[in-house]
């Protein structure tokens, strides 16, 4: 089994930054890939993917040139840097992990494990 724990969301203004941790625990050798998805309602999107090797990541147009998924220097943590925010970036955000590759993992293919989510809130 894996836990994932995610920090790092709050409010801030348009325009501003935000940066979003998620580090992953227990049997993390059954993950690949980890994954940055957001959720308004019932609407989920994947946004952003990376393999915990870091030599590959993928990510939604909707914020490609805005925010940046990278590994950590400790075992099994990543972040997503999100810059230039907009509010329409308003949403719960959550990591999740699994086998898959990053193509695969931000359409929702092959998700193991989810955090419990971080809220980010972009104010106009």
């Known amino acids: 089994q894996v836990q994932l724990v995610e920090s790092g969301g709050g409010s801030v203004q348009a325009g501003g930054s935000l940066r979003l941790s998620c580090a992953a625990s227990g049997y993390t050798g059954s993950i690949n890939s980890m994954v940055w998805f957001r959720q308004v309602g019932k609407g989920r999107e994947g946004i952003a993917a990376i393999t915990t090797d870091g030599s590959r990541t993928y990510y939604a147009d909707s914020v490609k040139g805005r925010f940046t998924i990278s590994q950590g220097n400790a075992v099994r943590t990543v972040y997503l840097q999100m810059n230039s925010l907009k509010p329409e970036d308003t949403a719960m955000y959550y990591c999740?992990?699994?086998?898959?590759?990053?193509?695969?993992?931000?359409?929702?293919?092959?998700?193991?494990?989810w955090g419990q989510g971080t809220q980010v809130t972009v104010s106009s």
């Open positions: 999740a992990a699994g086998a898959s590759s990053p193509f695969d993992l931000v359409r929702d293919y092959g998700v193991y494990y």
